[in-house]
């Protein structure tokens, strides 16, 4: 059975900060792999999908990187703002006919002014 | 546009009420998932309509009711909850039943007196 696991639970940084937030899963066998954000009492926004074939993906100051074979991903955000404090959750596709989301419970960023 | 919107924002309901959760999206998706969501806690998925036929059923209890009328509605009808159905209700949508990448709606938040 797939898990995911999100580390650290929680991270404060100061704002201007390049930050690191960190994913890894048990069953390399992943389709794909997708990261969130939730801020507090609200829907999951989509911020980067990686596909198992690609490295890599960017959008503006985002970057996650995927390692399939040693079951990591990290999401890398540069230069963080206020407006970046929100939970950030990690979900793979997987499981041979089974297509869903496995997520991690995710990491409480908070950037401080 | 990639919007799932989801009616209503907040529901109270007591334990014999019957309700309805509501979800829309008009990005042409042929997938569209309900799941639920505990505080501090990951989503968790309940149902996914492919084509609007119901594939799966993660064994969720029957007082939980979903319909698909047309391909771009979700309704979720609800009956008879305990308070422990109380939860952020999440409506997500996808090209189709696979792989792809899921867009989320904000959620509807319930809660069961």
């Known amino acids: 059975k797939q898990e995911v696991t999100q580390i650290p639970a929680a991270l404060s940084v100061p704002e201007g900060e390049n930050l690191v937030l960190n994913c890894s899963f048990t069953?390399?066998?992943?389709?794909?792999l997708q990261w969130f954000r939730q801020d507090p009492g609200k829907g999951l926004t989509s911020l980067l999908l990686?596909?198992?074939?690609?490295r890599e993906q960017t959008s503006g100051r985002l970057n996650a990187s995927l390692d399939k074979s040693s079951g990591r991903s990290t999401l890398y955000i540069a230069a963080s703002q206020p407006g970046d404090s929100a939970t950030y959750l990690c979900?793979?596709?997987?499981?041979?006919?089974?297509?869903?989301?496995?997520f991690g419970k995710g990491t409480k960023l908070s950037v401080i002014p | 546009d990639t919007e799932v919107t989801q009616t209503p924002k907040h529901l109270v309901m007591g334990m014999t009420n019957k309700k309805s959760l509501k979800c829309e999206q008009h990005m042409g998706h042929r997938a569209m998932y309900w799941y639920k969501q505990k505080a501090k806690k990951p989503p968790e998925l309940m149902f996914v309509y492919s084509y609007e036929k119901l594939s799966i059923n993660e064994s969720v209890p029957s007082r939980f009711s979903p319909e698909c009328p047309n391909s771009s509605l979700l309704n979720l009808h609800l009956h008879a909850l305990q308070p422990e159905d109380s939860a952020l209700y999440l409506c997500?949508?996808?090209?189709?039943?696979?792989?792809?990448?899921?867009?989320f709606g904000p959620g509807t938040r319930l809660t069961v007196t």
């Open positions: 990686i596909q198992s074939s690609q």
């Open positions: 979900a793979v596709f997987s499981g041979a006919g089974s297509y869903q989301l496995t």
């Open positions: 997500a949508s996808s090209h189709a039943d696979g792989a792809y990448e899921q867009y």
């Open positions: 069953d390399s066998a992943i389709y794909n």
